[in-house]
């Protein structure tokens, strides 16, 4: 089993930025892709962004792409996502999530272990 567990939401005004991590206990980091997804009140859960195994290979949602940063620390167990220029409707509870080998990161399911989420909130 996979234990994932986020940090760094919160209140933030638009245009600032935010950074949020996920550590990962309980099986060979390395072994997992990684990804970040997200869900706004009244909508589904979304891709944000997600990154290979090794951390050379990452992927964006359109809608943020230029603006987040994913990165990966494997020695750490460790994924982070650098928001910046935040916007309104990126208000929204972010999940760190974790796939065995990265065949298909943009899918939400193929994805093996989510993390509880933290909200991210962007005032206007």
């Known amino acids: 089993q996979v234990q994932l567990v986020e940090s760094g939401g919160g209140l933030v005004q638009a245009g600032g930025s935010l950074r949020l991590s996920c550590g990962a206990s309980g099986r060979t980091f390395s072994n997992y892709g990684m990804g970040w997804f997200r869900q706004a009140p009244g909508k589904e859960r979304e891709f944000v962004a997600a990154?290979?195994?090794?951390?050379?290979?990452?992927y964006y949602a359109d809608s943020v792409k230029g603006r987040f940063t994913i990165s990966r620390d494997n020695a750490k167990n460790m994924v982070s996502l650098q928001m910046n220029n935040l916007r309104p409707e990126d208000t929204a509870v972010y999940y760190c999530?974790?796939?065995?080998?990265?065949?298909?990161?943009?899918?939400?399911?193929?994805?093996?272990?989510w993390g509880q989420g933290t909200q991210v909130t962007v005032s206007s």
């Open positions: 990154i290979s195994l090794s951390g050379a290979n990452t």
């Open positions: 999530a974790a796939q065995f080998g990265d065949s298909y990161l943009y899918t939400r399911a193929w994805y093996d272990y």
